[in-house]
Nanobody, 118 residues
Framework: QVQLVESGGGLVQAGGSLRLSCAASGNILSSNFMGWYRQAAGKQHELVAAMAESGATNYAASVKGRFTISRDNAKNTVYLQMNSLKPEDTAVYYC????????????WGQGTQVTVSS
């Protein structure tokens, strides 16, 4: 199995930036997909961004141009750089690990809260 631990969440003013990190451990496949989902209060979870070890990416339309996903494959770590944050970005952000595609979410982290104030 795979364990995921997120860090970097917090409170930030609108227009500010945060960088989330997620370290994976356990039975890591050489080819895998890591990413970020978020869930705002009262809403369904949604894909934010995902990245294959090959470099292929997938972004939600709402964050394209503002957020950037990156990976350090040697450290089994994925990052999410979030710029120009908006109040609507407020949510719990979850790190995910998948085996089959950019949309796969076989394992989930514990989540980290991101709150953007006006």
């Amino acid at each position: 199995q795979v364990q995921l631990v997120e860090s970097g969440g917090g409170l930030v003013q609108a227009g500010g930036s945060l960088r989330l990190s997620c370290a994976a451990s356990g039975n890591i496949l050489s080819s895998n997909f890591m990413g970020w989902y978020r869930q705002a209060a009262g809403k369904q979870h949604e894909l934010v961004a995902a990245m294959a070890e090959s470099g292929a990416t997938n972004y939600a339309a709402s964050v394209k141009g503002r957020f950037t996903i990156s990976r350090d494959n040697a450290k089994n770590t994925v990052y999410l750089q979030m710029n120009s944050l908006k109040p609507e970005d407020t949510a719990v952000y979850y790190c995910t690990y998948g085996r089959s595609s950019l949309w796969a979410t076989d394992y989930w982290g514990q989540g980290t809260q991101v709150t953007v104030s006006s």
